[in-house]
């Protein structure tokens, strides 16, 4: 479960719908930085940005494997 607010990104046709963290600094949709592998039996990483103010969160993503 993220700490962060997220924000839905709708698109068109068969794509399909992603929610993006918001920035706990300015309130902005961040973008996605990096991701790592789980390993040992912890959940793989993801590290997001805002381009705004530079702020950067980095939270375990326990829908990816």
Known sequence: MSMLGTHELTTTGSEAITARP?????????HI?????????QPPLRTYGCGECGVWVTEAANDLS
């Open 33 to 41: 930085s990096s991701t790592t592998k789980s390993t040992g039996g």
């Open 22 to 30: 918001l920035c706990p600094n300015c309130g902005r949709p961040m």
